[in-house]
């Protein structure tokens, strides 16, 4: 079976997890999730955050037998650890998250969107180095499909994310293309627009391509579907 390393979005960290990777256990498979700089229990100082550095701590967890799945944002680390080591994870699957076109920024990726969905729930710092999400917006954004008790939960862990690795072009090339990837679509996502992600989800062969009727946040409304659909997902990708 197979060894999944998830990777969170913004302003989230390792706990949003917590239900995917006993379900994911069940089905047979290996799966952990690590915290990205600065956020959960990783000490990193807000401004000592870069793209480079969250590539770096996906490659120091992943094997060549692990496929990452990023989350949102997450698909940037999982892209650019592609790129610097495409031998050093089995592949990539992308939840309803940004697959970058080569030289741009995740923020740039997120202002070709044909629409905007979440410039007036964010909240920039005073020092300009990180933002927030304004908290009577988070539901809506992201966890409107959820059990009550999610909201709390989340709002008790969630941090604020760093702008500089956001705002820093990646460079994809040959390395990223030798890697498998698969996509799935999130389609009732308030976070990015369910077109945008079909578009970007065409990194992945149609066989590879699939959908979840979820909001932006499957691992806490349909935890044991999604990990279905990784379960399935993996048959398909190339072994190991």
Known sequence: MADFLLIHG???????????????TALGH???????????????????????????AVLSASTPKTILVGHSWGGYPISAAAEAAPNAMRALIYLCAYVPQDGLSMIEMRKRAPRQLVVDAVEKSTDCLSYTFRPDMVQDLFYHDCAPETVPYALARMCPQPIAPQETPLSVADNFARVPKAYITATDDHTIPREYEEQMSHVAPEDLRTTINSSHSPFFSHPRLLSEILDDLEQKLPAA
Request: aromatic share 4%.
């Open 10 to 24: 913004s302003c989230h960290g390792a706990w949003c997890w917590r239900d995917v990777i006993p379900a994911l």
């Open 30 to 56: 290996t799966a952990r999730a690590i915290d990205l700089p600065s956020h959960g229990s990783d000490p990193t100082p807000i401004a000592d955050v870069t793209l480079d550095s969250c590539r770096d």
